[in-house]
């Protein structure tokens, strides 16, 4: 198809211009087309999660103008999940409990062609995480997002890696090979964070730049952004990559604009969740920027 979107201006630094997709569309455009369509459909999420995290998870997919459930009960997947518009499964705070309700959940999904997002959290810190996160695998997710030090350690299985728990010790180009390998292996769309967030199909690798460092410094962010990436996969299921790309770019331009007025962590969690409710279209299409890696 003929490429026919206007150029796009480059960045200050010169070196990352904002990316076309394959067909042209500029990838700002299409951050905010996903972002107007989460804030229109209002999709509905079903989050089996940790305890750390379901206050920001809550809170990130209501600002996005999605609907977050957290529904956990093994007695109310059946009812509950097919009428969800996506799943998003976290192990964060993994118990023998819940493992069955996240299976049970995956599978109901999966049964009602709904999209279902995996955050492999701390995968490493025990052969039990590990054996639950790939028996999830197993259960086709739809879109697997982790830190570097996840990605490395699911992708290859390694059950005893150098990782240190919920944190990551690697930089996310570290892990693209691996989200590569995990995306081909699981037919998942992979996305690998960091100052760098890298989306991969297992053939294509495409970066988002958006973020802060201190993102890091408030827990719980690579949860949210992993439920705000089911939230844009639930409103355009059949562009995955591109709803999980743009999710990220999207929360990393909320921790941007939330960080020009932020004194340290708390108030930026505070006004990233203000900066996500408010973005306009101006500001998303002239500052979202991604770069083709391959
Ligand atoms: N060095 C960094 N610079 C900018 N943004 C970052 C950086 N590290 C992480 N982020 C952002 O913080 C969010 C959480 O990512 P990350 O900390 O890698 O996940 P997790 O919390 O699962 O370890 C993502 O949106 C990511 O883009
Ligand atoms: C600290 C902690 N412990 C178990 S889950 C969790 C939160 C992890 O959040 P994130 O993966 O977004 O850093
Ligand atoms: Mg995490």
Known sequence: MADESPPAPEPADGNVGPARNPVGVFWGGRAWEFLSLVRARSPLVQCITNFVSMDLVANTLLAAGASP???????EIEGFTPRCDALYVNVGTLSESWLPSMRAAASAAVGAGRPWVLDPVAVSASDFRMDACLGLVALRPTVIRGNPSEILALSSACRFSDSRGVDSSHESMDAVGAAMSLAEASGATVAVSGAIDYVTDGKQVVGT?????????????????????AAFVAVDPSNTFEATLCALSIFGLAGELGMDLARGPASLRTNMIDSLYGLDEQTVASRVIVSQRR
Do not use: E, F, R
């Not at 459930?69 to 007695?75: E, F, G, Q, T």
């Open 209 to 229: 730049h958006n973020g802060v460092a201190m993102m890091q410094k408030i827990t719980a962010t690579g949860c949210a952004v992993t439920a705000l990436i």
């Open 69 to 75: 459930a957290m529904v956990h009960s093994i007695h």
